[in-house]
T-cell receptor
Framework: DTEVTQTPKHLVMGMTNKKSLKCEQH?????MYWYKQKAKKPPELMFV???????INESVPSRFSPECPNSSLLNLHLHALQPEDSALYLC???????????????FGPGTRLTVL | AQSVTQLDSQVPVFEEAPVELRCNYS??????LFWYVQYPNQGLQLLLK??????LVKGINGFEAEFNKSQTSFHLRKPSVHISDTAEYFC?????????????FGQGTILTVHP
């Protein structure tokens, strides 16, 4: 199984709402990533979890809160978002975070988020 | 620091014609290079990667790329494209200098294959 799944596929939320994005993989990967992708732009790294611990936070605003409950699951909790946060949110996983030879990242299909 | 430049933002081509998507990188240390494809409303799929060894790398769907260290390039080629190759293609670099193998993406090239 080389699949990363993400739910929901689409999400529309108001600026006062609280919602969560979910990502799951069953490849035994120990590194998981959240990316944000605006239209016609490349993915931008937000967070990296390694062995269920937050390893990297790319200066992401606190209205985005990641969580890694176990080695297969990665959540992104959203609160008080702004319209400019509307984007495709991609989850990825890799065997480990370290040496690039193991760093082939497998991406999920993404969640299309619209903030009204 | 590492960076990637994809020289063409859009490449139109006719079906069964050859195509080359250009990618140049900069890094002060050894690099690992990747090409990803993104179909509309989907995530990214790895096409191919260069880690070490032979500079000519073959990937999925008939794509190949050549690592040229002297020219710091990693151009993607396909000898004959299909309509189904219409997608956005991202070149990415990861270097040994970073502590966590961070992927840095280029701005993307939209390949449009016309019948």
């Amino acid at each position: 199984d080389t699949e990363v799944t993400q739910t929901p596929k689409h999400l529309v939320m108001g600026m006062t709402n609280k919602k969560s994005l979910k990502c799951e993989q069953h490849m035994g990967h120990r590194a998981m990533y959240w990316y944000k992708q605006k239209a016609k732009k490349p993915p931008e790294l937000m967070f990296v979890y390694s062995y269920e611990k937050l390893s990297i936070n790319e200066s992401v605003p606190s209205r985005f809160s990641p969580e890694c409950p176990n080695s297969s699951l990665l959540n992104l909790h959203l609160h008080a978002l702004q319209p400019e946060d509307s984007a495709l949110y991609l989850c990825a996983s890799s065997q480990s975070q370290g040496v690039a030879s193991y760093n082939e990242q497998f991406f999920g299909p993404g969640t299309r988020l619209t903030v009204l | 620091a590492q960076s990637v430049t994809q020289l063409d933002s859009q490449v139109p081509v006719f079906e069964e014609a050859p195509v080359e998507l250009r990618c140049n990188y900069s890094s002060s240390v050894s690099v690992y290079l990747f090409w990803y494809v993104q179909y509309p409303n989907q995530g990214l799929q790895l096409l191919l990667k260069y880690l070490s060894g032979s500079t000519l790398v073959k990937g999925i769907n008939g794509f190949e790329a050549e690592f040229n260290k002297s020219q710091t390039s990693f151009h993607l080629r396909k000898p004959s494209v299909h309509i189904s190759d219409t997608a956005e293609y991202f070149c990415a670099v990861s270097s040994t200098g970073t502590s966590y193998g961070k992927l840095t993406f280029g701005q993307g090239t939209i390949l449009t294959v016309h019948p």
